[in-house]
C-alpha cells in the first residue's frame, strides 16, 4: 500500500486528488495540507511513502518543502506543476527533487508517477523536460561528453536512470547487486560533476 500526503492551496485540486487516489487499491491518503510549512509537519507526524506537492504554495513553496522531506527522508516528493514556471522546476531540478508532473495531467498519469516515485524511480514529462533543455547551465555536462567520460556500464546505467528506474531495477536488468549500482552512480557523480541522480536523468534527457 502506498501511503500518501497532498498539499495544494486549492481546495478543489485537493478534492480531486483525494478522489483519484481513494479509488485505488494499492493506494491510501493520510492526509492532505494547504501549504508547504503543513506539509512538512504532515510527513515529520505521518511518514508517508510519496508526497504530492503543488509547486508554487503559500507559507513554504513545494520546492522547500521537498527539501526539507528528503533532508530527513520523511518521504519521497512528486511535484505538481505548470506550463508557466520553468525557473521554480529548475530551482527543483537543482534541489533534487526526483519527481515531476503537470497539474493538468490525466489521472492515470498522475498515478503512475506516484508509483514510480514509491518505487524509488525517476518521473520527467516530456514537457517539463523542454522546460530544462536549453536552461541548463553552460558548464554542465551534455551526452558527447557523457560518451567521452563514462565507461559503456556506467552510460547505460546512466540511460537506465534516465528512463526512470530505481536502484532496485536496474540492477534486476542488468543482473548487478544494489551496492554495485549505487557505486557505478557515484562513480558517474564524480567524474561528471553533477549533484544527485535527478541531473543524471535530466543531463541524459536534455542533450540526446
Not at 495544494?8 to 495540507?33: F, N, P, Y
Not at 520523511?74 to 527543483?92: C, G, H, N, Y
Not at 540492477?171 to 549505487?182: M, Q
Amino acid at each position: 500500500m502506498i501511503r500518501i500526503v497532498i498539499a495544494d492551496d486549492d481546495a478543489i485540486v485537493r478534492e480531486g486528488l483525494r478522489m483519484i487516489i481513494e479509488c485505488q487499491q494499492d493506494m491510501e491518503l493520510l492526509d492532505s495540507a494547504a501549504d508547504g510549512q503543513q506539509a512538512v509537519e504532515l510527513c515529520l507526524k505521518l511518514k508517508p511513502d510519496v508526497a504530492l506537492l503543488d509547486i508554487r504554495m503559500p507559507v513554504m513553496d513545494g520546492i522547500d518543502a521537498a527539501a526539507k522531506i528528503m533532508s530527513v527522508e520523511a518521504a519521497k516528493p512528486l511535484l505538481l506543476t505548470t506550463f508557466d514556471e520553468p525557473e521554480l522546476i529548475i530551482r527543483a531540478f537543482r534541489a533534487g527533487v526526483n519527481g515531476y508532473i503537470l497539474k493538468n495531467s490525466p489521472a492515470d498519469r498522475i498515478l503512475n508517477a506516484i508509483r514510480v516515485i514509491y518505487a524509488g524511480g525517476t518521473v520527467f514529462q516530456k514537457d517539463i523536460l523542454d522546460f530544462i533543455r536549453g536552461r541548463i547551465s553552460a558548464g554542465s555536462p551534455g551526452r558527447k561528453l557523457f560518451e567521452m567520460m563514462l565507461s559503456p556500464r556506467e552510460l547505460e546505467i546512466a540511460r537506465l536512470i534516465a528512463e526512470g528506474l530505481s536502484n532496485k531495477n536496474i540492477g534486476e536488468r542488468l543482473f548487478l547487486s544494489g551496492g554495485t549500482v549505487r557505486n557505478h552512480i557515484s562513480t558517474i557523480l564524480e567524474k561528471t560533476g553533477l549533484e544527485h541522480r535527478t541531473q543524471i536523468a535530466v543531463h541524459y534527457l536534455t542533450n540526446t
